[in-house]
């Protein structure tokens, strides 16, 4: 199988400014060879990061992005907060750089004042830390990277992608009993909001790839922030506002594995004057996306934190369209993290519109759900995963909307295994392609997660079963049904089951024992007529913008 038949070609990424296109000297746009694992919750990838970043020495280099980044929040228990490790870090004598948006107001709930405090403990500590307002009006930085070179040392060199911040809230488990340093959400989630989220651990010349990521952000001479009040504030702090010098780039790590890895971004077309190494704009995650949509037989499996915008998830409805035997199941948050009189229907309305397109292109081939702990607590999907076929597989810091496909920066990695699964049905999508193991690996830890599945309660039994229910019984998944996953179909049937059983135990009043998994299915509230036309224009101005330029808004691509 051609990767290019999946992945995007030179070419087709629709930006040549970026030094992506041309860093290899076949043309290949993207890297071979990799090794890419899914780190599933926080408190798995804050564990390993801690230990990584323990393990670095003078002269070797880390580099961060980040939305939000709270120098208080422990990576692993007290001592290991995150200004305390990059700092000390830094008194080693590793070379620490990082970018950190620099947020609107915090009257607006996001994160200015904690982002400015872990720049200065970099500061102070030896690093550089910027705040960077770089971004297109009512825009974000929202890529979240982490890249750990070792002078020296290739086969150590390791970047982080997806969509955990080095931030509160993020620091939870499978057991979804949230983090103990939290942050408010709706009330629904109670004080320590639930949190399911997933990064990527990459090894290999990928990690070149991430790191030239953050070299043309870091790079770019335009000033930190356009705005002349913010930037009398930098003056009259004293903030740091000129990035120096990086250290030139080492030639990429080795390869280490069996996985072509294509590293896909949004930046947006920024007005009056773009960004160097993106004039106008880049959205190859939107073209990623389409293209991989277009090879969907199956089964499209989707984490998503908003799934929003009909005219993004058009492209998963014409899919559905075309081919009457994909199905598409997705995960999704129960409830907005803002459901105030106003905030609610502004988040809702794309929701309710973007799920009313796609039941009307696929009927019961679509299926979507909440999760909830096993206290019953709603969990906070904010996983951004696609899986498709079993073959493409993308996970990264963008969701599905416009704001993500068009506005924010985004960094996210799509991810091709050359190896085979031997696992029945070798070929789901009947294409030829085959399945492969990195993506139906990925699926399967999610699904089975969600299922009660994992062995962690045994054999397809969760908190609460009684006696009796048990692999086989009922909507569990035990060890005679764990290879049945592997089939698409059989997969999305699980899912329905599992929900349906959960649901009826609530509504029986939560009597006798609790169904195994954590799956409710997800139902979008009504809103009236008139808070729909209210909230239609908030949703488009404020919540899910448009940043592509005038002349592709108008031919309707990206």
């Known amino acids: 199988m051609p990767a290019s038949e999946w992945l995007l070609a030179p070419g087709e990424r629709g930006n040549t400014a970026t030094r992506l296109e041309d860093r290899r000297a076949d043309g290949t746009a993207w890297s071979e060879g990799n090794e890419a694992r899914p780190l599933v919750h926080g408190a798995t990838y804050f564990a390993e990061l801690l230990v990584r970043i323990r393990a670095m020495r003078a002269g070797d280099l880390l580099l961060f992005t980040d939305w939000r980044g709270d120098p208080d929040e422990r990576l692993r228990g007290p001592g290991t907060e995150v200004a305390a490790v990059l700092g000390a870090a830094a008194e080693r004598g590793v070379i620490v750089k990082g970018l950190l948006w620099r947020s609107h107001l915090d009257g607006f ?8 405090s872990l720049s200065e403990d970099v500061e102070a500590a030896g690093g550089e830390c910027l705040l960077d307002l770089r971004v297109r009006p009512g825009g974000s930085h929202h890529q979240k990277m982490v ?68 070299r043309e952000r870091w790079e770019d001479p335009a000033p930190l922030s356009r705005s002349p009040l913010i930037r009398l504030r930098e003056l009259l702090a004293r903030e740091d506002t000129s990035a120096d010098e990086l250290p030139p780039q080492e030639p990429d790590p080795p390869p280490c594995g069996t996985h072509a890895v294509q590293v896909l971004r949004t930046y947006p077309n920024r007005l009056l004057r773009g960004y160097p190494f993106a004039p106008d704009g880049e959205r190859s995650i939107a073209r990623g996306y389409l293209k991989a949509l277009r090879r969907a037989r199956t089964l499209i499996y989707l984490e998503d934190q908003y799934l929003w915008s009909p005219r993004v998830v058009d492209s998963f409805a014409r899919a559905l369209r075309a081919h009457p035997q994909l199905r598409l199941a997705a995960v999704i948050p129960s409830v907005p993290e803002q459901d105030g009189p106003l905030s609610g229907p502004m988040n809702l309305i794309g929701r309710i519109t973007a799920l009313e397109e796609l039941r009307r292109a696929g009927g019961e081939r679509v299926a979507v759900y909440g999760l909830e702990n096993h206290a019953g607590t709603p969990v906070y999907v904010h996983a951004k995963v696609c899986v498709i076929d079993d073959v493409w597989a993308a996970v990264g810091s963008d969701n599905v909307n416009m704001r993500s496909w068009t506005h924010d920066s985004e960094l996210s990695c799509a991810v091709l295994d050359r190896a085979a699964d031997p696992r029945r049905p070798r070929d789901p999508g009947g294409l ?25 309660y045994g054999p397809g039994v969760g908190p609460g079963v009684g006696p009796g229910v048990g692999p086989g019984v009922g909507p569990g998944v035990g060890p005679r049904r764990e290879d049945a996953l592997c ?33 409710r299915r997800y139902v979008a509230p009504q809103l009236p007529t008139v808070r729909r036309l209210l909230a239609t224009p908030l949703h488009h101005a404020l919540v899910d913008p448009d940043g592509r330029p005038l002349g592709m808004r108008l031919r309707g691509g990206f």
């Open 109 to 116: 709930r996001f994160s200015e004042e904690e982002n400015r």
């Open 147 to 214: 890249v750990l070179r070792h002078s020296g040392r290739p086969e150590h060199d390791v970047a982080y992608v997806g969509g955990i911040d080095l931030c509160h809230n993020r620091n939870d488990d499978a057991d979804h009993r949230g983090d103990r340093q939290s942050l408010p959400l709706a009330p629904r989630y109670g004080p320590h909001p639930p949190w399911h989220d997933v990064q990527l651990a990459l090894r290999g010349p990928v990690v070149g790839d991430i790191e030239a990521v953050f």
């Open 432 to 456: 030829g392609d085959g399945a492969r193991p990195f993506a139906r690996a990925l699926r399967l830890e999610l699904m089975r997660e969600h299922l009660d599945a994992d062995g962690r």
């Open 487 to 519: 089939d698409p179909s059989t997969a999305f049937d699980r899912f329905r089951e599992a929900a349906a059983a959960l649901d009826a135990w609530h509504a029986a009043g939560r009597r006798g024992p609790r169904p195994a998994g954590r799956l």
